[in-house]
């Protein structure tokens, strides 16, 4: 099945511990993005990817870091985690990054408190 | 920058009517994508229905229709007929064609459907 998964789907941690939010596909796109979704402001982009390698800051980069190895993969890296940082995040993906329209596919989201 | 606007934080409808949600933006570009998402309790986001700007008829998806005013740059959303499993939240979303990162999505700030039986 073609999809977007992403892990953890919950996460409870404190100010100041490292974490990873994978994100993984399984239908060779090349691009991925990720979002992060706050009451009142609907889903804002943090980095984007349009292919391996190749990262690029979104609307709200600052505290988050990116990694793009592997074509299949794009995991969301918060190396000093804060409060301002509790939010609902997405992982997005699409056949290519350029002009043209191709659809854009979600992974499940992942919630996230920071205490 | 490209702004989305959704005025509408809540709405309410009875079950089998019809409901607009409305979404305004800004842009400067002549050529862009127009697009709703829907977000139920899962969390998952479907997309509803897409509009091309350079398109002057209106997208229909089943029950699922826009009004797309470019000149007004307003781009609502009708949902004719409406079932229980339409309550979500809402999503209004732009798109641009002309720049780097051309994927990336710009959102409004949702509209909560509640569908009453």
């Known amino acids: 099945e073609a999809q977007v998964t992403q892990n953890p789907r919950y996460l409870i941690t404190v100010t100041g511990k490292k974490l990873t939010v994978t994100c993984s596909q399984n239908?060779?796109?090349?691009?991925m993005s990720w979002y992060r979704q706050d009451p009142g402001l609907g889903l804002r982009q943090i980095y984007y990817?349009?292919?391996?390698?190749?990262?690029d800051k979104g609307d709200v980069p600052e505290g988050y870091k990116v990694s793009r190895k592997e074509k299949r993969n794009f995991p969301l890296i918060l190396e000093s985690p804060s409060p301002n940082q509790t939010s609902l995040y997405f992982c997005?993906?699409?056949?290519?990054?350029?002009?043209?329209?191709?659809?854009?596919?979600f992974g499940p989201g992942t919630r996230l408190t920071v205490l | 920058a490209q702004t989305v606007t959704q005025s509408q934080p809540e709405m309410s409808v009875q079950e089998a009517e019809t409901v607009t949600l409305s979404c305004t933006y800004d842009?400067?570009?002549?050529?862009?994508?127009l697009f709703w998402y829907k977000q139920p309790p899962s969390r998952q986001m479907i997309l509803v229905i897409r509009?091309?700007?350079?398109?002057?008829q209106n997208a229909t998806e089943n029950r699922f229709s826009v009004n797309f005013q470019k000149a007004a740059k307003s781009f609502s959303l009708k949902i004719s007929d409406s079932q229980l499993g339409d309550a979500a939240m809402y999503f209004c979303?732009?798109?641009?064609?002309?720049?780097?990162?051309?994927?990336?999505?710009?959102f409004g700030q949702g509209t909560r459907l509640t569908i009453n039986p």
């Open positions: 997005a993906s699409s056949l290519w990054g350029g002009l043209g329209y191709n659809e854009q596919f």
């Open positions: 239908m060779n796109h090349e691009y």
């Open positions: 990817s349009m292919n391996v390698e190749v990262t």
């Open positions: 842009t400067s570009e002549s050529d862009y994508y």
């Open positions: 509009q091309e700007a350079y398109k002057q």
């Open positions: 979303a732009y798109r641009s064609t002309l720049i780097q990162g051309a994927q990336k999505l710009v």
